[in-house]
């Protein structure tokens, strides 16, 4: 069969802040713990508070994904930041201001029974906030490329996603400009701090100073060949600029 298209849809600027700005609370909520966990959508939906492990002072701490819960069929313990934090602290009591129980769902309704599916809440919000061709799923690669622009190990980002091999994890992110300029630059910091100068281009080394002319023009040079030759070496010039003028279009592009 035909293989399988890998999407790299991310958020473009200015997405997430539309996307909060006209989303419901519940959404909002799911939102923002996608983007500081990179759970799934049906394990953050499955989330009961039981699930949640909270320090002395009952701050939430760690998301216990158990085995049943998953798709890989295994436990997964995800870290709570701030963040998330600050919203389970919002979900954790009912509109009485009563404690929910440990059965009780954390993305529920209002009470904590189940919710099922967002997909008319998903929807309706991209509408409103003008944001095409997103999927809830999109938000967890998000979570992921960020970790990794961030200097994060990419086995760590694996442990995250919950992925079983790292195989997985690299088909499942894509490299970003951001991403590969950091890299570029820590690459000449780390050959700077070990004392390694690259030789540089000397001042004479322009491209039409430094092509070489071919040793058989060389012999057989005439007044024509040498006035071709002056012609052309602009021209080459110019299509080389084009070209890579091209390409900086292209990749902004994608």
């Not at 997430?16 to 519940?26: G, N, Q, R, Y």
């Not at 992925?163 to 630059?185: D, G, I």
Request: aromatic letters at 4%; one cysteine or more; hydrophobic letters at 40%.
């Amino acid at each position: 069969g035909a293989a399988e298209t890998v999407r790299t849809r991310r958020l473009q600027p200015g997405e997430e802040d539309a996307l909060m700005a006209v989303a419901t609370p519940h959404l909002r909520g799911l939102l923002i713990a996608a983007l500081s966990t990179g759970c799934r959508l049906g394990e953050l939906l499955s989330l009961q508070w039981r699930d949640v492990q909270c320090d002395a002072a009952r701050r939430a701490r760690a998301l216990v994904l158990r085995a049943g819960k998953t798709k890989t069929g295994t436990l997964r313990v995800v870290p709570v930041g701030q963040r998330l934090a600050a919203v389970l602290e919002m979900l954790r009591t009912d509109p009485e201001g009563e404690v929910l129980p440990p059965d009780a769902y954390v993305f529920g309704d209002e009470v904590g029974g189940p919710i099922a599916s967002i997909k008319t809440t998903w929807r309706t919000a991209c509408e409103k906030a003008g944001v095409v061709g997103l999927h809830f799923h999109d938000l967890r690669r998000e979570f992921a490329c960020r970790l990794l622009e961030s200097r994060a190990e990419l086995h760590d980002v694996r442990d995250f996603l919950g992925h079983t091999n790292l195989t997985t994890t690299s088909r499942y992110l894509r490299s970003t400009a951001m991403r590969l300029e950091r890299a570029l630059r820590l690459l000449e910091e780390s050959q700077a701090a070990a004392g390694y100068t690259p030789p540089m281009v000397r001042e004479g080394d322009s491209r039409s100073s430094a092509t070489p002319v071919p040793h058989a023009l060389k012999r057989a040079r005439t007044p024509a060949t040498s006035a071709g030759l002056r012609t052309l070496q602009p021209i080459a010039l110019s299509c080389f600029s084009g070209s890579v003028e091209s390409a900086e279009c292209s990749r902004r592009q994608t």
